[in-house]
């Protein structure tokens, strides 16, 4: 099974710009809940967060047989700058943007990779959205989705059941 917090910190330790700026990988669980991130603020000021839950969803060209999980992963990638500095602002969103377009070069690369393990990395599509001017004050940056696909078996079994049925 694909694992989206391993694939995206090893990503960021390897890309020669997340390193050169001091990009440290944090985990969270969504947009919405930002523990994780707020935990290393003092200590960071950029940031790939990588989301600890996913949205799944389990279909069938049929409705019978050869299941596949489909997966949504939020990756957020975030800077600080100087607050109200909008100029400031607009650096550090161009440099998120960028290390955005490595990441997806990166995925575009391991597609075929992943893909001998059963795992698609849905590349037709990476949907992304910039944060607006005042979310988390003096932060900014973009969040995306990867999603991915694996087959997955799903068998009965009538040990799992009262009365086997």
Not at 42 to 60: G, H, I, M, P, Q
Not at 87 to 97: S, T, V
Not at 135 to 141: D, E, I, N, P, Q
């Amino acid at each position: 099974m694909f694992d989206a917090i391993s694939y995206f910190k090893d990503m960021t330790e390897q890309n020669k710009l997340c390193q050169e700026k001091g990009f440290h990988v944090v985990t969270i669980s969504g947009p919405d809940n930002l523990e994780g991130l707020l935990d290393e603020y003092r200590d960071y000021s950029r940031f790939v967060a990588v989301s600890d839950t996913s949205t799944e969803n389990l279909s069938s060209d049929d409705g019978t047989y050869n299941f596949t999980k489909r997966r949504a992963f939020t990756v957020m990638i975030l800077s600080a700058y100087d607050y109200p500095d909008m100029d400031a602002r607009q650096k550090e969103l161009e440099l998120c943007r960028e290390i955005f377009k490595q990441f997806v070069t990166k995925i575009l690369h391991d597609k075929y990779t992943y893909e001998e393990q059963y795992v698609q990395f849905e590349t037709r599509s990476i949907p992304n959205k910039e944060f607006g001017r005042y979310y988390l004050s003096g932060m900014t940056g973009l969040y995306f989705t990867l999603y991915t696909s694996e087959p997955i078996d799903l068998v009965f079994d009538e040990s799992q059941w009262q009365n086997g049925k």
